[in-house]
C-alpha cells in the first residue's frame, strides 16, 4: 500500500500508569504516534445513520477522533484511514451531547494487520446500526480509478433493492446492479478525471429514486466510495468519499 503523506496516529496505546512528580491528577490516555503500517489495520469510519449529528469514535476506551463526525461525514476528514492494533478491539461510536437521544452503539471487531476496514454506521438514531467491511483494495496500472456502491438508505420496512446506473456508460447496463439495503459492493475501475452522474433506482423500475454528480472528480489510481443514504420515503443522498 502506498504510503501516506500525513500523520496517523496509532490507536490502542496502553494507558498512562504513572504520575509526574506528585500531581495526584491523572493523565489522559492519548493515541500515539506510528510509522510502520504493515503491522497494524487501516481503518475509516463513514456515518449514515440519520440524524446524527455529534458522533466520536473510541477504540479501546481511546477517544481516536478529534472532531465530531455527523450524518453523511467520514473520519478521518482529511485522510484516507486511521490505524489501530490488530487483534480484537472494542469500538465506541457515541454522541457526546448532554441529553442526545441517540443510542451508544458498542461492538467487538477482529481486525488483521496489513488490512484495511470501513465501518459503515445505519439506520436510526434509535436503533443504530454498524457494518465493517473489509477493503479489498486493488490498484489500477492505468489511469482508471476504482469505486465501488453502498446501499445504506433507511426505512422502518423492508425496501427494495437498487440498481446504479452511470449518465457516461449509458443506460442499457447497471454499474452496480441489485444492492440490497446494508450492502457494499466490491471495488469495480471507474473513469477517472471526468464529471459523471449516478442514477439510483429500485431494482427493475424505470424511475429514479436519486440522480446525483459525482463530487469529487475522481483521481486516477484512487479507490472511491459511494454511498446511498437518508431516509427512503424523505430526503435522500448519495456522498462520495476517497477510501485509499
Known sequence: MKSLKLIIFFVGAAAVTSLLNSCTKELPNVAQPITNLSNVANVQVFSAT????????????TSVSGAAVSYGGVFPGTAYSFVVNPGSRTFLIKDTTSGTAQAPLTFTQNMDAGKSYTIFTYDSISNIQQSTVLNKIVIPKDTTCMLRFGNFVYNATDVPNVDVYSFRRGATTPVFTNVATAGVTDFIPYASGITDTLYVYATGTTSPL????LIPT???????TTVYSGSYTGKKAIATFATY
Open 50 to 61: 440519520v440524524k446524527a449529528t455529534h458522533n466520536y469514535v473510541y477504540v479501546d476506551g
Open 210 to 213: 436519486l440522480v446525483k454528480t
Open 218 to 224: 475522481l483521481t486516477p489510481t484512487r479507490s472511491y
